[in-house]
């Protein structure tokens, strides 16, 4: 099977290093972007692309897509590590011409609570039952799709991903298991304890999906 026309594209805020671990493990044939406020660092290697831009995680992950003319864009958190089943579970599902919004599983790495386990079940379980996955999840989708969306809001600190989410469902996009799974850091349920980041982002997310709902459309992605 050939390989489909993807990018892989890797938000990283201010001072963000976790990126040089994940992408040490995505395969170097795979177009990587980095979009980052940070200017390029020296040692690089030079087959990833570095961007540099605007802090603000829906405009950097906006103007990442911008930047890339692939026809699929699989969007991956800089703190997360890549199962080596992810690779092959992107890969089918492109050539498969899926569509909507791919994810994978959700796993922590063990950096924080041994409770994030239930935190990972909570989420692959409302991934499936309810189509409401996160953005540490590794979502793929079609450039026309996500430009059609309008892209990521750029005017939330956080929640960009489930107001996306939320988005697609709306305009007929599901969001589908694709398989693979992916591992992300737990480090801030170490720094604010569990129950209080658990509890947290419970209500967040009750609050992003009722606002998102009751928004009008993007509009296209500057």
């Known amino acids: ?104 599983d959700l796993g922590f790495l063990p950096d924080g609570p041994r409770l994030t386990r239930l935190n990972a079940l909570g989420a692959n379980l409302r991934s499936r039952w309810f189509g409401l996955p996160y953005g540490d999840q590794a979502f793929c989708v079609s450039a026309r799709e996500f430009h059609a969306l309008g892209g990521f809001r750029q005017d939330l600190q956080r929640g960009e991903d489930l107001d996306f989410v939320v988005r697609a469902r709306a305009a007929g996009l599901p969001a589908t298991r694709i398989g693979g799974r992916i591992l992300t850091s737990a480090r801030r349920y170490r720094e604010h304890g569990w129950w209080r980041t658990t509890w947290q982002h419970q209500l967040n997310a009750r609050r992003l999906i009722r606002q998102a709902r009751s928004s009008p459309p993007a509009g296209p992605a500057p």
């Open 1 to 104: 099977m050939s390989q489909p026309e993807l990018s892989v594209i890797i938000p990283a805020g201010p001072g963000e290093r976790a990126w040089a671990s994940l992408v040490s493990r995505i395969p170097p044939d795979w177009p990587m972007l980095i979009t980052a406020v940070d200017a390029r660092p020296r040692h690089l290697p030079e087959h990833i692309q570095w961007l540099h831009g605007r802090p603000g995680r829906g405009r950097q992950l906006n103007a990442g897509a911008a930047a890339v003319s692939s026809h699929w864009l699989w969007f991956v958190h800089a703190d997360s590590q890549l199962d080596p089943s992810s690779f092959s579970a992107v890969r089918a599902w492109c050539a498969q011409r899926g569509q909507g919004l791919g994810y994978l």
